[in-house]
């Protein structure tokens, strides 16, 4: 009888002390330290490794992400001018009186170019030009502006880029119209007879490419160059013709550029590819819905629908 307090005492023992728990687990290591997670190989200080920087033999953490390099920009591409737009700014002359015709063309070609400040301005005025002779106009970058040539011949200039930050001008800045100095006369490459002045281009596609023959009004002119009568119909006068038969190849082809005023020009609704050897002869660079030829100076076009 006097042991029965004990199993009474060590349940209020219990009771007080409230229900016996299993031991915590130990914690698990971190989660760089697993062996899942690669050690740093000799000379690395960051990326997805770990490493000990410590004193302490058992210490592991994560190395630091390595830094992402800025992107790399690639050079800057000059675009071309397109076949038959070129200008020498050191002789353009100023024409007193006109106005400027193609502000438009400048103001649309320079909202896809965005801020440019910073940006080297030869860089801008190179992209500046190629995006007004993407919008159908010629366009050359000089050294301190922008050329538009006129449909009437004339180039606007336009100093569109602020030199001491790289930023467009807003509006273009328009300066003076030019004119081109005038063209030697005709006769110095035809000879004689001189050609009377181009009155439309013959063209024809086939193949994706095409052809263009400057066509010329003069009655003695044909006559002259053994291409006087219409073909087929002897005794009936031709007035229209090449500039030249195909017995005088070189002559004719000096002819050509002469009353084209220059290489043909040629655009469509896509862009063009013109044959290195013959300026009268191009093709869609991809598919078109029309192309078409023109003189140096934007008239006197001819087009065909493909």
Known sequence: MRYRWVPVVLLGLLAACGPIKPPKPPEPPPAECLPGVAWCVAGQSCGMCKHNPTPDPGH???APPCA???????????????????VDEAKLIVV??????MTKAVTDAMK??????????AQTLEALAAGVR???ACAVAGQEAVFVRHPDGLWDEYHAVYFGTGALIPGGKWMA?????????????????APPPLVDFNLHCGNRWCDATPILYGCDFCAAIGLGEMPGLPGVKRCN?????????????????????????????TGVEVDPGNHLQARCSSACSWIEVCKADGTKCSRVTQ
Do not use: F, Y
């Open 177 to 193: 119209a030019h004119r081109e100095p005038a063209a030697p006369p005709v006769s110095s490459l035809c000879g004689e007879p």
């Open 60 to 62: 592991c953490e994560m």
């Open 68 to 86: 992402t390099p800025p992107p790399v920009e690639p050079p800057p591409v000059t675009p071309p001018p397109a076949t038959g737009c070129a």
């Open 96 to 101: 007193d009186g006109a106005a400027a015709a």
């Open 134 to 136: 993407a919008g159908g």
């Open 112 to 121: 896809p170019l965005g801020d440019t400040t910073g940006k080297p301005p």
């Open 241 to 269: 013709c090449p500039a030249g038969n195909e017995d005088n190849g070189p002559k004719r082809m000096a002819c050509e550029r002469q009353v084209i005023g220059g290489a043909a020009l040629w655009r469509s609704s």
